[in-house]
């Protein structure tokens, strides 16, 4: 026999002053199922609890109805205070009598006492059927993987390790540094990439807490938040890494030249390579595309120079497994191709570069040793054109959205210009200024009045050659007028887009990702780090584009993240999650169809006691359901409940209407 | 041929049984957590008034409401029902209001066949910003049921007499 308490909350006058609560009392004591109502002015109060803690105990209540404010504000509170008293929190129902009736009825007391009488017998029907419901306990693995080692990658490995859990980070690349180890210095500060990141990159090489697999990919991803199995591909490298010692003599020797991805293409590389100088692991590995021994069986020299014998021909492609119990993303971004911009002569005029390689023709170990000079003949530009917003907000031609990074390093371009050929002039044309940051507003003043660059603000409609200058045509919006620049060299700052395989990833690993390839995050402003699948996580230019600070912000959140899951031996879970029934169950698998987690799977149980013929039920994993209840309502035999919303439950509280 | 059927389906409630002067209209709302009752929330919050015949029921998702739920409420209590959830797209659960929605297109058509007008039972995405469109939603789905009268058609108790 269920005995429902009922406590009615005058909410000071909110609720008081639109609902005669009284009355309402009144009605609800009329219900057979009520041992115990009363009312209060603050149920939520500390005294207000005392009251719902002792009747608890004094009436041998079975359930509690509180009917207060919405349950999304202190559903919480209250179920806590039954916990104190010793009842299962699960036996609370809300009925919410401050937003659904005393707020919006303010001007008809009779009909929102009415209705709040109504929403509490409903609540009351609905309490009936509520069951004891435990906290999901699931086991957790610690260890995180880290997909991505650009500096997003090593911030978040680095921050894991150091709280003592174990870390896999893989990176597609030979060597870990992400395109953070192509810049040459970084704004507002202009301190040097290489000085500030390779540190950290020997730091993740060498901590005992960080398993670092360079030239792998994750291929599949199993499991559930705190129990994932990853199936990662090391590619083959040809180079045992155990014997290795990174010497050189092999790409010394390589005779064959490839264009260098590093310095986007500026110069050339072997076919067995580092891709630089400070890489981590600094050990090479051949390119099997290009590699003359592996195409034609002919060669074999850099087999011949090594001297410990680590080059091995015959390597394949090995799979591995790692069980983790969380995943960060960070997948880092590429660079949008700027060909449609046929009328800047991309593509035609050697001397319209991208601003990643003036980057690498700007940076001291760059492919120019540090000075910039012109693709066509080598010499040293004079007058410099930057062109901004070369893709990004350009619905037309590119994409819709703000790269935000680009009004930053074009500023830092002038003044590197400025430093490295010092009777240069820089001419920059801009659609906006965009230098919302901390100290970023003095950098952009600081490249037009100590670099004098000239920001011209308008764009350019066409670039034409004569003899050995390019032409700028372009307008100043600001005076009105067409500008003509006799510039040397063209910097096209192009946007930034996600990496081509985010899309790919996104499905394998069971996240979402937006129109433009971003993954997504759970919420845009109060989850923006999770993803909406538990235990996988988003650091830097995967999510959307951002600069270092932010990047590296994010990253540590991640780690945060990924630390707070870790924190005890299992993970407590909400039980509000869908049960099956195996005995009603037909085998349809609708249920699995229809699941958006990939919560349920087959399994085969027998028809009967002992028997050995065997029949295909369905099967929640508890770890994964989210409890949207979407399984339920396809289920035809109604062999799927979702605890916490069951259809008796629901059916009573309609019933009670 | 959706045309066609449409045609042949005539309603068959009677609106010569008249009302009472005083009736109002009990309104099922199912509402599901993460948009449309946040957003009824915000209509609370925000001081918008609208009628007072709905009474709110709040599930995770839209896709967890069963037609059942809807057949059972006009059975019984209610004289219209409206259900709502995240705008397509937006759902929490990733996908759960396309399911739901096709699934209130079947239950509609149905329940149209066997003589429901189709204003009894609504469908609307309500965010959890748009507490004015709540508002307005209801007071709608309010207008129109009262212009339909009571439901007698396929009351239980109609069934026991």
């Given at each position: 026999m269920a005995r429902v308490g009922v406590f009615v909350c005058f909410c000071g006058a909110n609720i008081a002053d639109f609902v005669d609560v009284p009355k309402v009392v009144e009605e609800v004591k009329k219900i057979k199922a009520v041992k115990y109502c009363i009312e209060y002015k603050y149920m939520c109060s500390d005294p207000g609890q005392g009251m719902i803690r002792d009747a608890i105990v004094q009436h041998r209540l079975t359930s509690v109805v509180v009917a207060a404010c919405s349950p999304r504000m202190h559903e919480k509170t209250f179920r806590k205070a039954l916990s104190d008293a010793g009842m299962n929190p699960y036996l609370l129902e809300v009925a919410n009598i401050r937003e659904h009736s005393s707020w919006v009825h303010q001007k008809d007391k009779k009909a929102a006492t009415e209705k709040a009488s109504d929403l509490i017998r409903m609540a009351i029907a609905k309490s009936i059927a509520n069951e004891q419901l435990f906290e999901i306990s699931v086991p957790v693995t610690k260890r995180a993987l880290v997909i991505g080692g650009g500096i997003a990658g090593i911030q978040a490995a680095l921050d894991i390790a150091d709280a003592r859990i174990p870390v896999t980070l893989i990176e597609r690349s030979p060597s870990i540094g992400g395109r953070m180890a192509q810049l040459d210095e970084t704004f507002p500060t202009l301190d040097c990439s290489q000085c500030i990141l390779t540190p950290k990159m020997v730091d993740v090489a060498s901590h005992p807490y960080i398993e670092l697999i360079p030239y792998s990919e994750v291929i599949e991803l199993q499991g559930f938040v705190g129990n994932y199995v990853a199936k990662i591909r090391k590619k083959?490298?040809?180079?045992?890494f155990e014997t290795c010692t990174g010497c050189g003599a092999c790409w010394q020797k390589c005779p064959v030249k490839v264009p260098n991805e590093f310095n986007m293409g500026i110069d050339k590389r072997k076919a067995i390579y580092t891709p630089f100088p400070q890489a981590v692991p600094n050990k090479p590995v051949i390119d099997a595309e290009h590699c003359t021994y592996l195409l034609k069986g002919k060669c074999g020299v850099c087999a011949k120079v090594c001297e410990k014998g680590s080059i091995d021909y015959t390597m394949q492609d090995e799979v591995i497994e790692r069980e983790v119990g969380a995943v960060v993303v960070a997948t880092g971004y590429d660079l949008w191709d700027p060909k449609p911009y046929e009328e800047y002569g991309v593509g035609r005029y050697k001397d319209v570069i991208t601003s990643l390689e003036f980057e690498r023709m700007v940076s001291a170990s760059g492919p120019t040793n540090g000075v910039p000079v012109r693709p066509s003949d080598g010499k040293v530009p004079k007058n410099v054109v930057f062109i901004k917003c070369i893709g990004s907000r350009d619905e037309a031609k590119g994409i819709e959205y703000c790269s935000k990074v680009c009004c930053m390093y074009t500023a830092k371009h002038a003044i590197l210009l400025h430093h490295k050929v010092h009777d240069s002039h820089a001419y920059i044309f801009y659609m906006d200024i965009r230098a919302g940051g901390k100290g970023y507003e003095e950098f952009v003043k600081r490249a037009q009045t100590e670099t004098a660059a000239t920001y011209l603000r308008g764009r350019v409609s066409k670039i034409y050659k004569k003899g050995d200058k390019l032409i700028v045509c372009g307008e100043d919006a600001q005076l009105g007028q067409k500008v003509e620049v006799v510039a040397d060299l063209v910097v096209l700052a192009t946007a930034i887009i996600p990496y081509k395989t985010n899309p790919e990833l996104a499905r394998l690993l069971g996240i979402s990702y937006d129109k433009y390839g971003y993954l997504s995050e759970a919420h845009p402003k109060l989850r923006p780090v999770e993803t909406a699948k538990a235990g996988i996580f988003l650091a830097g230019c995967t999510q959307a584009p951002k600069d270092i600070p932010d990047t590296v912000a994010q990253a540590s959140a991640c780690a945060a993240k990924v630390c707070g899951l870790f924190a005890g031996d299992t993970m407590k879970k909400d039980p509000m999650v869908s049960k099956i029934n195996i005995e009603f169950c037909t085998g349809c698998q609708n249920c699995i169809t229809v699941c958006p987690y990939q919560a349920i799977v087959t399994e085969d149980v027998p028809f009967g006691h002992g028997s050995k013929e065997l029949r295909t039920v369905s099967k929640i994993n508890e770890g994964v359901c989210q409890g949207c209840g979407s399984c339920v309502a396809i289920c035809r035999s109604m062999a799927i409940n979702l605890s916490g919303f069951t259809d008796p439950q629901i059916i009573n509280e309609i019933v009670a209407i | 041929m959706e045309a066609e059927v449409k045609e042949k389906v005539?309603?068959?409630?009677?609106?010569?049984i008249v009302a009472p002067p005083d009736w109002q209209p009990v309104i099922m709302g199912i509402l599901c957590n993460w948009c449309s009752y946040a957003g009824s929330d915000l209509t609370g919050t925000s001081r918008i008034q609208y009628p007072p015949n709905i009474r709110i029921i709040r599930v995770p998702c839209s896709s967890r409401v069963d037609p059942w739920f809807i057949i059972k409420a006009l059975q019984t209590t209610a004289d219209g029902v409206l259900i709502s959830g995240c705008h397509p797209g937006d759902c929490h659960y990733i996908s759960g209001n396309y399911y739901a929605r096709r699934r209130f297109l079947v239950t509609k058509k149905l329940l149209n066949f066997i003589g429901f007008h189709e204003n009894r039972v609504q469908f609307s995405w309500v965010s959890a910003a748009e507490g004015a469109k709540f508002a307005k939603v209801v007071s709608k789905v309010t207008e129109d049921i009262k212009k339909l009268g009571p439901l007698h058609l396929y009351k239980k108790e109609n069934f026991n007499k």
């Open positions: 083959a490298s040809y180079v045992n | 005539v309603s068959i409630e009677k609106p010569e």
